[in-house]
């Protein structure tokens, strides 16, 4: 008697379970079937009246269904939740080809890119960075660097003065002598900066630019050492292989003086238009620290030596990119400068 | 400075290196050539031609001339010069046949001009010279262009025989010297030279010249001299720029007649003074300026011009020839005073050797004989000058040369390398050389052992020098961190979207007024460019916004920053060097609150902690949208809208002063524990005025909170129903705790009544 009821009760909730159409229908099955007025626990409570020799077997059979059933529910519930989420997650179909809202990442200007990427270098070699003001006295741009007043080489930089009688700086060389002047040999520093020229500006004249300084003083040093350096230092920059060459140069703060070229990094040295077929670049000017330039900050010539060198921060910036007019570089024009 | 090769070659004996080579052997050794020019091309082939005949070409001014032109036969030319007649002997070029107005024209009879010999483009060039002769002394030559600069120490490089001296000595081949000074005969002068002051000239030589003829120079001087530059105007000017070509020597002639006595002083010029020189410009002089004067008063400018009333002429007879030498700096002070830079200031101003001045005036005497045929030197040479000292010698330590050059170099070599510079050297020690100085490398040039490496190295090459790395000590250099602090905030706003500008230092007086700076006020520029650029920027805001109306043409919306210095008068010393960031954030469209609150979340990633207080706004900013930035107890800046005036669309600006918050920043950041009780949260609502600052009642509400407040936070306003007209409701969230308990829900609650009863008390009413 209760066992068929037993068996039809799960082969009509088994049923149910399987043709519930929605969530909501299953959730009613579970209702009248597991709940605790269901009738499961009707039956349950049917055989709590059977004779104590039968209810260990019906019990059994009881427990049988029941476990059926839950199990029926949980795979159907499952897939009613399954079938929910893919629904919900469907829906929450985007385009992610649309553009993201908020500014886009902005851009360093080229001159501070190269400019960071040469102090790591030289930090990395020892070298301090040292700053200088952009307004000199005539005494750190010129005289103490060997360029008396009255002195020809005063002709190679075009300078601006200002009103009452010092300058801007026309070359960032005084840091050097702000430099020994600050700290005692032995000195590694470069000095990275803003210098103006009283020139007139065109594709490639800038009233404005930028330079590296750098100097070494130490006990020995040589030219060999300072070929050494250039070489090490340019193939670092240029991040290749440079040939260079030194050849006589005339700068008062050095002696003896060079003009460093290095092989036309176009051609490699085979000669074009770029280089004028001569297969060499003009790069920096450089040389040994003129002993009246040590003697004028307080170092001794004959105990200390150093090299100093010069690099054209924009130009160099100009060769990385192939910009060719120097004006760009301050001319704030965003769809230049977006592109660094 | 231009050299002509076939020049130099007169003094390199057995120069046959190619000029291209020679060019380049010069610039590794010792100084930078600019580049090599053929002149004179159509001289190769070029020979003398007579002209048999002319006839008029009809309906032209040229005429067709039939020409006897040597080996190259009779040719028929057509020529449009206006002295080609038959009968002339000039020069034929050929150059190939062309058509000319129907006529076939086989090769041309040839200007000076053309040929290159001179400026002369008037005519054919009429020669003397017998029929198919190659033209006396022409020849092309290669015209090599050294770089002024590299010679800035070198005077001695500033006239051909030095710089054959340099290649005579960089190819090891004899070198010539062309002087000869037994020309100059040991008689007493007819002139009388007075020098009151042997500093400012330390040399003045001179000698007296009769029976000139002025004419046309040869033409192989004419061409000597259009080759490097110099333009031909008569025998007697043409052989001062000669020799000063040559010897580097500036040489002035006067026409003695015209002379007022026979007294040349070398002196400073008196008050009142003036010239008119030769470019008949008047010049105004003072005592700052060296002149050359008879008993009348200035015949010229010591170094630099002569003048127009002594000047050569046509009718000149008796010539003096001056050859001096003149202290550097004066005569460069004068051409730079009077903005009158010439070959001869030039050349002075590098300091030329006073040796020098007679070797010159005898190279004159040989070379007006062949340029005025029956000239007669009268008398001997004055000269008058400052006691020559030979400087000491240097002494090289062979050790030391090694050590600077980084490479041993044999004694011999060095002793051959400085001898064919015409150094002296002998062993003054072992090891040891005494080495004295040429006279022209001793005025300026060359003085200490230093100079001596450098004319070692340059000699052996460069090249020669294996690279070694130096031994130093390895150390970890001094921080800059003003720098690490400008980059890191260079990496940030690059991160919120803001593009680096780099901007001038010069602002107009326009620009600075538009931002309420006053002109007087800045450092001004005593020579500027142009006018508009005669102020240092006592702000970044003028260049910024001028990339903000640039920009604007172009974009709809954008993002920039510079970080540069503004420069401020100082009381004394250099001037104030103040190192801003200024942002701008820009759109076209919107009333510019969006943008405005995003450069306000800009500045707090910037300042974080920091707070805006309105201020009263500038000129330049939006009357209502401007504010004071406050960090860390310091205001380091301004945050604004630039005002809707001068711009088309809405600009944020915020404008920092790194300097002072560089000196605020946190140096060290020390760990507070979180707390381990849990906190209590409740809203609150303030009505107030509808312009009252929200941030002003976050203060109030936190002073009335008390000690436990852990933070107060901003959430909404509201204005509209039921409120008044006028009012707002401004809503925060207080957070509360303590770090030993958890705060009982009475305790919390008084914590509230307290706010509650506070802001009453300041006659706010809550919503609750």
Redesign the interface.
């Known amino acids: 008697m209760l066992e068929s009821q037993v068996s039809e009760l799960q082969s009509g909730s088994l049923a149910r379970i399987a043709s519930a159409a929605t969530a909501a229908e299953l959730e009613q099955v579970r209702v009248d079937v597991l709940g605790r007025k269901g009738s499961l626990n009707q039956l349950s409570k049917e055989m709590s009246k059977l004779p104590p020799a039968e209810k260990p077997a019906a019990g059994k059979l009881l427990n049988a269904a029941k476990q059926a059933i839950e199990t029926a529910f949980d795979t159907r519930h499952q897939q009613f939740a399954d079938a929910a989420l893919r629904a919900r997650l469907d829906a929450e179909w985007l385009d992610l080809t649309l553009p993201p809202p908020g500014p886009r990442l902005g851009h360093l200007h080229p001159i501070t890119q190269i400019r960071s990427e040469i102090e790591e270098l030289f930090v990395s070699f020892g070298f301090a960075i040292l700053d200088g003001p952009e307004v000199e006295t005539e005494y750190h741009n010129f005289d103490a660097l060997n360029i008396p007043a009255d002195h020809p080489a005063r002709d190679m930089q075009d300078t601006f003065w200002l009103t009452g009688g010092n300058l801007l700086r026309t070359h960032t060389s005084p840091v050097q002598v702000r430099g020994m002047e600050r700290y005692q040999p032995p000195l590694r520093m470069i000095a990275p900066g803003r210098v103006f020229r009283n020139e007139s500006v065109d594709a490639s004249h800038e009233h404005t630019f930028y330079q590296v300084e750098g100097m070494m003083i130490d006990r020995e040093v040589s030219v060999a050492h300072l070929i050494y350096f250039m070489k090490t230092l340019l193939t670092a920059i240029f991040k290749r292989e440079v040939t260079v060459r030194l050849r006589p140069g005339f700068f008062p703060f050095v002696e003896p003086g060079f003009e460093l070229d290095i092989h036309c990094l176009i051609c490699d040295g085979a000669g074009c238009p770029v280089c004028k077929q001569s297969g060499w670049v003009e790069l920096l000017p450089c040389g040994l620290v003129n002993p009246n330039v040590l003697r004028m900050s307080g170092i001794d010539p004959e105990e200390w030596n150093g090299f100093a060198f010069g690099l054209g921060l924009t130009r160099l910036v100009m060769m990385r990119y192939g910009i060719d007019d120097i004006r760009l570089l301050q001319g704030g024009d965003l769809r230049f400068l977006n592109q660094f | 400075l231009k050299f002509s090769y076939n020049w130099i070659r007169e003094f390199v004996e057995g120069l046959d290196t190619p000029a291209a080579e020679l060019e380049r052997r010069i610039?590794?050794?010792?100084?930078?050539c600019e580049?090599i020019e053929t002149v004179g091309a159509l001289l190769a082939d070029a020979c003398a031609a007579r002209v048999e005949s002319v006839a008029p070409l009809d309906g032209t001014h040229n005429v067709v001339a039939v020409v006897e032109a040597g080996r190259y036969g009779r040719k028929t030319v057509v020529c449009g010069a206006p002295n080609c007649r038959s009968g002339v002997v000039s020069a034929y070029a050929p150059v190939g046949v062309k058509t000319v107005y129907g006529v076939q024209s086989d090769g041309m009879l040839a200007s000076g001009a053309e040929l290159g010999i001179n400026r002369d483009a008037a005519g054919i060039l009429e020669l003397e010279s017998q029929t198919g002769a190659p033209l006396p002394g022409l020849a092309p030559d290669n015209i090599i262009e050294i770089d002024n600069?590299?010679?800035?120490?070198?005077p001695d490089l500033w006239g051909h025989h030095g710089m054959a001296r340099e290649v005579a000595a960089i190819l090891g081949n004899p070198l010539r010297d062309p002087v000869k000074l037994e020309s100059i005969p040991d008689s007493p002068s007819r002139v009388r030279i007075e020098i009151p002051d042997l500093d400012l000239c330390p040399r003045y030589s001179a000698l007296v010249f009769e029976n000139v003829t002025v004419k046309p120079s040869p033409l192989w001087l004419q061409y000597r001299l259009t080759a490097i530059g110099l333009n031909p105007i008569n025998n007697i000017v043409d052989l001062t720029n000669y020799v000063m070509a040559e010897m580097a020597q500036p040489m002035h002639a006067f026409d003695r007649d015209l002379l007022r006595g026979n007294t040349i002083w070398a002196r400073p010029a008196r008050a009142g003074e003036f010239i008119v020189a030769l470019n008949e410009e008047r010049y105004d002089l003072n005592p700052a300026n060296l002149v050359i004067a008879d008993a009348g008063g200035p015949i010229a400018i010591a170094g630099v011009i002569g003048g127009y009333d002594s000047a050569i002429t046509g009718a000149t007879t008796s010539i003096v020839l001056e050859s001096a030498n003149f202290q550097?700096?004066?005569i460069?002070?004068t051409s730079a005073a009077l903005k009158l830079r010439t070959d001869a200031s030039m050349r002075f101003?590098?300091s030329q050797d006073p040796v020098n001045t007679v070797r010159g005036l005898a190279r004159a005497v040989e070379l007006l004989r062949e340029v005025s045929p029956g000239a007669r030197l009268v008398g001997g040479l004055a000269d008058c000058m400052k006691p020559m000292v030979a400087p000491p010698p240097i002494s090289l330590p062979l050790d030391w040369l090694t050590?600077?050059?980084?490479?041993p170099v044999p004694p011999s070599e060095v002793r051959e390398i400085l001898e064919r510079l015409a150094f002296g050297v002998s062993e003054s020690a072992p090891g040891r050389f005494s080495v004295t100085v040429p006279s022209w490398r001793a005025t300026k040039d060359i003085s200490?052992k230093?100079?001596l490496?450098?004319e070692v190295?340059?000699m052996i090459g460069?090249?020669s020098?294996?690279?070694?790395?130096?031994?130093?000590?390895?150390?970890?250099?001094?921080a800059?961190e003003?720098?690490v602090f400008q980059?890191n905030l260079?990496?940030l706003?690059?991160?919120?979207?803001?593009?680096?500008?780099?901007?001038?230092?010069f602002v107009s007086e326009d620009a600075a007024r538009a931002f309420g700076f006053e002109p007087a006020d800045h450092?001004?520029?005593?020579?500027?460019?142009a006018s508009d650029?005669a102020l240092?920027r006592l702000s970044l805001l003028p260049?910024i916004w001028?990339?903000i109306t640039?920009?604007a043409k172009?974009?709809d919306t954008?993002?920039?920053?510079e970080i540069g210095?503004e420069?401020h008068k100082s009381a004394e010393g250099?001037?104030d060097?103040i190192t801003h960031l200024v942002a701008a954030l820009y759109n076209k469209e919107g009333d510019g609150r969006e943008g405005l609150f995003e450069m306000k979340r800009v500045a707090l990633c910037l300042l974080p902690g920091g707070e805006l207080r309105p201020a009263e706004a500038r000129a330049y900013e939006h009357p209502a949208r401007a504010a004071d930035v406050l960090w860390r107890g310091g205001t380091v800046g301004r945050l604004f809208e630039l005002h809707p005036r001068l711009v088309e669309g809405r600009a944020a600006i915020l404008d920092i002063d790194l300097r002072l918050m560089e000196s605020l920043a946190a140096r060290e950041k020390r760990y507070t524990p979180i707390r381990r009780y849990p906190a209590s949260a409740f809203d609150l609502s303030v009505i107030a005025g509808v312009r009252e600052l929200a941030g002003g009642l976050s203060d109030k509400l936190a002073r009335f909170a008390g000690p436990m407040l852990e933070s107060i936070e901003y959430v909404r306003e509201y204005s509209g129903p039921p409120l008044a007209e006028g009012q707002k409701s401004v809503s925060f969230r207080l957070t509360v705790g303590s770090a030993e308990r958890t705060l009982s829900s009475e305790e919390v609650g008084q914590i509230r009544a307290g706010i509650i009863e506070g802001m009453r008390g300041l006659g706010y009413e809550l919503r609750v």
């Open positions: 610039t590794m050794k010792t100084a930078e580049g600069k590299s010679i800035t120490h070198r550097a700096a004066s460069r002070k101003e590098k050590r600077k050059l980084g490479r200490v230093d100079d490496v450098e190295g340059r460069y090249d020098i294996e690279p070694r790395a130096p031994a130093i000590l390895a150390t970890v250099p001094p800059n003003e720098r980059q260079r990496a706003l690059a991160a919120q979207g803001f593009t680096e500008v780099y901007n001038y230092s450092v001004t520029v005593a020579n500027p460019i650029q240092l260049e001028k990339n640039e920009n172009h974009l954008f993002r920039l920053f210095r420069i250099l001037p060097e």
